[in-house]
Structures are given as C-alpha cells and as structure tokens.
C-alpha cells in the first residue's frame, strides 16, 4: 500500500507542476487539471493514513503525512484563490511545492 501511496503522489506532483508552470507564467490553472491534482493528493493522503494505520509506528511515515497535510492545507488555500479568479502568489505556490516536495521525499526516503 505504500508503494501505491508513493505512486499517486507522484502522478500529483507531476499535475502539481503543470499547474505551477500555468501559474508562474501569470494564468489561470485549468479547472480539470486543478481538480485531479486535488483528487490524487485526497487519495494519497487516505492510503498513507492507511499505511500508518495498518504497519508499526514508523516516523518517517508521521512526519510525510504531516507534511502533506500541511501542503494540502496550502493547497486549499490555492484552490480558494482559484475559484476567486485571482492568480496566486508566486511566493505561496513555491511554498506549497516545496512542503509537498519535502512530503513526499519523506515517504520515499522510507523504500531506500
């Protein structure tokens, strides 16, 4: 199940970085894409909390999944900017990248 959580994050991450290309070039993200980026992140979230749920107590595991809710709070926040018609920060998406790079590096640290 892990390795299933690793995959969804990353087929995310790499919708993450459509939409943050769209952004950072002063546009709009693209509804659909905004909405599979969050749908995937949501399932991620739901299998590590079940890897955690399922395993030993591991760590490594907490700390990705404390990161990753703190992206996704990020993430809601940019989603609210979004649905406001309003381009986000450049500031605030690196910062929502960069906790969920940190995420997720966490959760794949735990394989190698």
């Given at each position: 199940m892990l390795n299933i959580s690793i995959l969804i994050f990353a087929v995310a991450?790499?919708?993450?970085?459509?939409?943050a290309s769209k952004v950072l070039a002063g546009k709009l993200a693209p509804w659909p894409?905004?909405?599979?980026?969050?749908?995937l992140g949501a399932a991620g979230l739901v299998t590590l909390i079940l890897?955690?749920?399922?395993?030993?107590?591991n760590n490594r595991?907490?700390?990705?999944?404390?990161?990753?809710?703190?992206?996704?709070?990020?993430?809601?926040y940019l989603a609210s900017l979004h649905a406001k018609s309003a381009i986000?920060?450049?500031?605030v998406i690196f910062i929502h990248a960069s906790v969920a790079?940190?995420?997720f590096?966490?959760?794949?640290?735990i394989l190698l």
């Amino acid at each position: 199940m892990l390795n299933i959580s690793i995959l969804i994050f990353a087929v995310a991450a790499l919708g993450g970085v459509f939409l943050a290309s769209k952004v950072l070039a002063g546009k709009l993200a693209p509804w659909p894409v905004s909405i599979v980026h969050a749908l995937l992140g949501a399932a991620g979230l739901v299998t590590l909390i079940l890897v955690i749920m399922e395993g030993p107590e591991n760590n490594r595991l907490t700390a990705a999944l404390a990161l990753l809710v703190v992206a996704a709070l990020g993430g809601f926040y940019l989603a609210s900017l979004h649905a406001k018609s309003a381009i986000a920060p450049k500031g605030v998406i690196f910062i929502h990248a960069s906790v969920a790079v940190a995420g997720f590096l966490t959760l794949l640290s735990i394989l190698l």
